[in-house]
T-cell receptor
Framework: GAGVSQSPSNKVTEKGKDVELRCDPISGHTALYWYRQSLGQGLEFLIYFQGNSAPDKSGLPSDRFSAERTGGSVSTLTIQRTQQEDSAVYLC????????????FGPGTRLTVL | AQTVTQSQPEMSVQEAETVTLSCTYDTSESDYYLFWYKQPPSRQMILVIRQEAYKQQNATENRFSVNFQKAAKSFSLKISDSQLGDAAMYFCAEGFSSNTGKLIFGQGTTLQVKP
């Protein structure tokens, strides 16, 4: 079946602009995660959605970052007033509703803030 | 804070040889899971192997196996008969049943496979 998809693949923006990154999880997966990967670094947790529960936003680095998940499926990560330090690869992952299960990752969106 | 440490930023191995990537973690949780993910230049994170902490037997997936030393909080990955396609960045990660399931990642090890 189809894996996790993300769009756009690459995004170049100017400092101060807002950007939206999209994630389509695997069908039937109720858990959805956003991570950020800075150049040459490991992944940093940003936010987690599970079904209709309130999201875990504990990893969001500032109030310029927000995310929503519509209809329990597609998710959008929004970064307002982008800064150069926001440049990174943003990865989305989803997992089935069976407790702590393997997370399946999308190909990521590479964000470059000029 | 829970941390995962990969002390080898870069490793290299000759094709067909065996290489071991190191990972240590620091947690006080009793119920947790450990993962190795592979990230090729395409950026796609691919699950290599998974280990439940309550299982004593080391996980194995074809040419990939782990050495899980729970008391030492060590979780190394052994790649046997290395292939050119194994060249990638490898990440060790830890997840916990007590929280949302978010993963804590190490900094990664870049593996080069020489023909």
């Amino acid at each position: 079946g189809a894996g996790v998809s993300q769009s756009p693949s690459n995004k170049v923006t100017e400092k101060g602009k807002d950007v939206e990154l999209r994630c389509d999880p695997i069908s039937g997966h109720t858990a959805l995660y956003w991570y950020r990967q800075s150049l040459g670094q490991g992944l940093e947790f940003l936010i987690y959605f599970q079904g209709n529960s309130a999201p875990d936003k504990s990893g969001l680095p500032s109030d310029r970052f927000s995310a929503e998940r519509t209809g329990g499926s597609v998710s959008t990560l929004t970064i307002q007033r982008t800064q150069q330090e926001d440049s990174a690869v943003y990865l989305c992952a989803s997992s089935p509703p069976r407790g702590l299960d393997t997370q399946y990752f999308g190909p990521g969106t590479r964000l470059t803030v000029l | 804070a829970q941390t995962v440490t990969q002390s080898q930023p870069e490793m290299s191995v000759q094709e067909a040889e065996t290489v071991t990537l190191s990972c240590t973690y620091d947690t006080s949780e009793s119920d947790y899971y450990l993962f190795w993910y592979k990230q090729p230049p395409s950026r796609q994170m691919i699950l290599v192997i998974r280990q439940e902490a309550y299982k004593q037997q080391n996980a194995t997936e074809n040419r990939f196996s782990v050495n899980f030393q729970k008391a030492a909080k060590s979780f190394s990955l052994k790649i046997s008969d290395s292939q050119l396609g194994d060249a990638a960045m490898y990440f060790c990660a830890e997840g916990f049943s007590s929280n949302t399931g978010k993963l804590i990642f190490g900094q990664g090890t870049t593996l080069q496979v020489k023909p």
